[in-house]
């Protein structure tokens, strides 16, 4: 048989090689024998033989012995290396690839919106926001820029009663669909509910096309309702009663509410003898929502994401007004209280 001279003994070539570190060490031990060995060039440094994975001759037991220093790799990383075919990678980055599977399979729920988080700190006696879409029917409100007011009033006022309904609010509406109501039928509507807010929505018109902005009215002073008076009321009309709330401090909230959210120009809150805001028991706001006269105003109410942003910040007026009203002991409590 022919001898095999063209390779010198094994265990000579791996004493020449030296100790190495990492993936580069793996390469030096325990590599199959076969016909693609090739001789090294006299040029090639030991690290370069181990990087282009020559096969060094084998040794009589048939594989290859380790390097002095060299130990032999085993656990759980080598499977996972040889299972997901990770030859040359390190151990450090293996693990981080391994971190980042089993975070997206463990990761938990991410973080609960802040409309959840807001209606977990409010108390179960909600009050019922009556939503007053102004306009109607035959009256269209204003019209300008392609925008008919009782439309978008009509559909801002859905927008507000999803989103207080998720809060838990129990909301009402004076209308569902294009219907023309008189204002002492709104008022009427409010009325008849018993612990309510009550929000009269609006868009502003002008001849004046620079105008723009948001603004929110309360009532002046409130006036008692028809159904409170009694005879002496043809001689005289009574005084709203003592402590009334107008709606003063409901109507900064909505108002700060909307600048915020809407980066509008801020038209400031103002007190006025607005009929649905006077003669409703409940506190009670009126809302324009911009000038569709304003040609930039009105591109941006005629957009669906714009009337979500004011619904947003009409519902966040509401829940901040609603932390600030004194809260009423339950009787039971009360009775608890005497003994």
């Known amino acids: 048989m022919k001898p095999r001279a063209a390779f010198p003994r094994a265990e000579n070539r791996i004493a020449a090689v030296p100790p190495m570190e990492g993936d580069q ?7 199959p024998a076969g016909p693609r060995a090739e001789p090294p060039k006299p040029s090639e440094s030991p690290a370069k033989l181990v990087n ?16 002095p220093g060299m130990s032999r790799r085993s656990g759980i990383w080598p499977r ?26 463990i990761a938990p729920d991410e973080v609960p919106p802040v409309d959840n988080r807001i209606a977990a700190s409010l108390d179960n006696a909600l ?7 102004g306009h109607g029917g035959r009256d269209d409100g204003a019209r300008a820029n392609g925008l008919v007011e009782k439309e978008l009033t009509l559909d801002l006022g859905l927008r507000v009663k999803r989103q207080l309904d998720s809060l838990g609010f129990k909301t009402a509406l004076t209308r569902t669909n ?44 409130k006036v008692v309702p028809e159904s409170a008076w009694t005879w002496v009321g043809y001689f005289e009309k009574p005084d709203a009663p003592a402590g009334a709330d107008n709606g003063e401090t409901f109507a900064g909230y909505v108002q700060t509410a909307l600048v915020n959210r809407t980066d509008s120009a801020n038209r400031g809150i103002r007190g006025r003898e607005l009929y649905v805001v006077r003669h409703t028991r409940a506190p009670a706001v009126l809302v324009e929502g911009g000038f569709i006269s304003n040609p930039f105003d009105a591109r941006l109410i005629a957009t669906p994401e714009y009337r979500d942003r004011l619904a947003a910040a009409i519902v966040e007026g509401v829940v901040q007004y609603h932390k600030t009203v004194p809260r009423t002991k339950p009787p039971t409590q009360l009775a608890k209280a005497v003994r």
């Open 178 to 221: 294009d219907t023309y109501l008189t204002l002492p039928e709104r008022v009427a509507k409010a009325n008849e509910i018993e612990n309510s807010y009550f929000v009269s929505l609006h868009f502003d018109q002008s001849t004046n096309s620079a105008a723009s902005g948001v603004e929110t009215f309360y009532a002046s002073q």
């Open 52 to 67: 282009r994975g020559v096969i060094l001759t084998n040794p009589p037991s048939g594989r290859l012995s380790r390097a």
């Open 80 to 105: 996972l290396r040889n299972a997901f075919r990770m030859q040359h990678t390190m151990p450090c980055v293996g693990l981080v690839v391994l971190a980042g599977c089993l975070t997206f399979v």
């Open 127 to 133: 009050p019922t926001v009556v939503i007053d879409p």
């Open 25 to 31: 060490a793996l390469l030096a031990f325990d590599a």
